[in-house]
């Protein structure tokens, strides 16, 4: 109705000047005048200019006068001709009522108030201030000095009005045509698509956002990571098993039995089963000896090595206890190898920022002949630079297995310094050569953890923000596809 209102007027008038005189001569709300003329303008139907105006509009106080009288009448009312106590008045009435009232009514000379009588001094009065503010509320003019006093007493508050003038748009038409959005089986069945206004697609709306899986960072750096080792001609080694006998992962590495690794502190150790019941027989032996009087050119450790150590299952504390296996099965039938795997390990460590009692260990192996540190340091380069990190350092190191060893830095040009990413060395005889690896094969080997990679290319500074109960679905949602090498 609104809209046929608006659209007809303009067909036979130049302007609608007032959208507010319009809607009352009409008898249509403002307001729905005022949705019409926005969505009109919206399509250009019509050219609409915003008029503002002020006016006067009644406070909550004003309102109130304009309905019960105010507050001075209200009193006067509430004396009875003969006069009446000031107690008695005071019952009468609201306590801001009688405050107000007594104040205007004296202003006025209505009212004579004795030490204790209150009385009328003149026998009818005219609510001229209710008057007053049922015009204002009417919309109707009102001259300054009323307003003034008006509005000292705070009983009227300026009113911003907000409406238009409308003229025809550019598109203007007396009866607006509904767009068809969906050109239907109906309309083609009927043929009415000839005569259909079709709404323009909107190219620059925006869709729903998909749902979908979302892959953890951590998979996706592993992902890359499985990706670069497949690359370099490496094969996966089998890592499911995450419970281990103290034998592979700490004695065929030659890592003495007082080592303070094998400790219960750092090492998670199994209540049931507590030991393990299969080991090859004949190569237990051999790693025996090694640990006691040496062998292969070693002095060995020279203390008395206990099978009921070695019997002790724990949780992988690392995956060099799956590589040792793996040696351990090569060396029965030689043949040059490149291995790698990417799985958990665990370690019974303080949790803190960035340290957490498992997290996954990446680790990469070369088993051929004649190999130096030379040939490890040329591998660790390309296997660095192809995660983006080209700028490496190399500083020794010791661990019980490898001789030498070497701990790898890589200048972080986001941090601006060397950080540690890896450990790395060529396996000692004492480890190769009681699995029955022949004397002049080599293995080169190293190890990095999963999470500081990836902590460093997503920016995580915790590591409980990407591993475990605590980390935010959102950020497995939002972050990037993955960002090795940048
Ligand atoms: N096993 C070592 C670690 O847990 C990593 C490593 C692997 C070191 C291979 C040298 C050779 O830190």
Redesign the pocket.
């Known amino acids: 109705m609104a809209e046929e209102a608006v659209l007809g007027y303009l067909e036979e008038n130049e302007e609608i000047s007032d959208s507010g005189k319009f809607s009352e001569e009409k008898g249509i709300s403002h307001d729905e005048i005022v949705n019409v003329i926005k969505s009109l303008n919206g399509f250009r139907l019509v050219d609409a200019q915003d008029i503002k105006r002020e006016r006067w509009g009644l406070t909550k106080e004003g309102e109130m006068y304009a309905e019960a009288g105010s507050p001075e009448a209200q009193l006067f009312l509430a004396i009875p001709p003969e006069g009446i106590t000031r107690e008695e008045l005071q019952k009468k009435l609201d306590p801001s009522i009688f405050k107000i009232g007594c104040q205007q009514a004296i202003k006025n000379k209505w009212i004579e108030m004795g030490k204790s009588q209150v009385s009328r001094k003149v026998q009818h009065v005219d609510d001229r201030v209710r008057d007053l503010l049922v015009q204002i509320q009417n919309g109707e003019a009102v001259n300054a000095e009323d307003v003034d006093a008006l509005k000292k007493r705070k009983l009227i508050t300026p009113l911003i009005w907000k409406g238009y003038s409308v003229k025809k748009g550019p598109k203007y038409a007396p009866k607006r045509k509904k767009v068809a959005t969906d050109l239907t089986r109906e309309n083609l069945l009927r043929g009415d698509w000839r005569e259909l206004e079709f709404k323009e697609y909107n190219f620059l709306a925006k869709g729903q956002p998909t749902e979908g899986g979302c892959l953890h960072p951590l998979l996706k750096v592993r992902r890359q990571m499985q990706m670069i080792f497949l690359q370099m001609g490496f094969e996966e080694m089998p890592t499911n098993n995450f419970i281990e006998s103290s034998f592979w992962n700490f004695d065929a590495l030659f890592q003495p039995q007082q080592h303070p690794a094998r400790d219960s502190h750092d090492t998670f150790f199994l209540k049931e089963p507590s030991t393990t019941k299969m080991l090859p027989e004949d190569y237990v032996e051999r790693v025996k000896g090694v640990h006691e009087s040496g062998g292969y050119g070693s002095r060995g450790y020279g203390y008395e090595w206990k099978r009921e150590e070695a019997n002790k299952n724990l949780l992988r504390?690392?995956?060099?206890a799956v590589?040792t296996r793996m040696l351990y099965a090569l060396a029965q039938d030689f043949a040059p190898k490149k291995y790698y795997s990417i799985d958990r390990?665990f370690r019974n460590e303080a949790v803190d920022r960035t340290h957490l009692a498992e997290f996954h260990?990446i680790?990469g192996?070369i088993c051929d002949r004649g190999l130096t540190l030379g040939h490890l340091i040329g591998v660790l380069e390309d296997f660095f630079s192809r995660l983006g990190m080209s700028k490496l350092k190399f500083k020794p190191a010791y661990?019980p297995?490898?001789e030498p060893?070497m701990e790898i830095f890589s200048y972080h040009e986001g941090l601006r310094k060397w950080v540690e990413i890896?450990?790395?060395?060529m396996?000692r005889p004492e480890m190769l050569l009681p699995m029955g690896l022949p004397e002049d094969v080599q293995v080169i080997?190293?190890?990095?953890s999963l999470e500081r990679p990836t902590m460093i290319l997503y920016g995580i500074d915790n590591i409980r923000d990407l591993f475990g109960h605590k980390v935010d679905l959102g950020l497995i949602k939002r972050n990037p596809l993955c960002r090795l090498g940048l």
Not at 317 to 320: I, N
Not at 445 to 448: D, Q, R, S, T
């Open positions: 504390t690392h995956t060099t590589s390990v260990q680790e192996l661990n297995y490898t060893s890896g450990n790395s060395g396996f080997a190293w190890g990095l």
